[in-house]
């Protein structure tokens, strides 16, 4: 998972960097619209995707061991007693 979040903080500073700085680039016109625009509309695009690749991660892998603990603890906290 932390090279994905590498990617994606590297895709967006260079987003960022490239409308800081080469702002003939990002205005150059690309099917109807300019760069800029196109690389704007792809960092939703790939939030999404990130996003629903996580979800789907986390609930194969992630809510089943969740699930686990949750019965250990709750199978424990009877026989503690209720001492505080």
Do not use: C
Not at 1 to 9: D, E, N, R, V, Y
Not at 63 to 74: G, K, S, V
């Amino acid at each position: 998972m932390f090279p994905l979040t590498a990617a994606f903080m590297l895709w967006f500073l260079g987003f960022v960097l490239l409308g800081a700085y080469a702002h003939e680039f990002m205005a150059t016109p690309l099917m109807g619209l300019n760069v800029g625009m196109w690389l704007g509309l792809l960092q939703f695009v790939s939030t999404f995707a990130i996003t629903m690749w996580y979800v789907s991660f986390a609930n194969k892998r992630l809510d089943p061991l969740t699930a686990e603990l949750r019965a250990e603890l709750e199978a424990r906290e009877p026989a503690q007693g209720g001492e505080q």
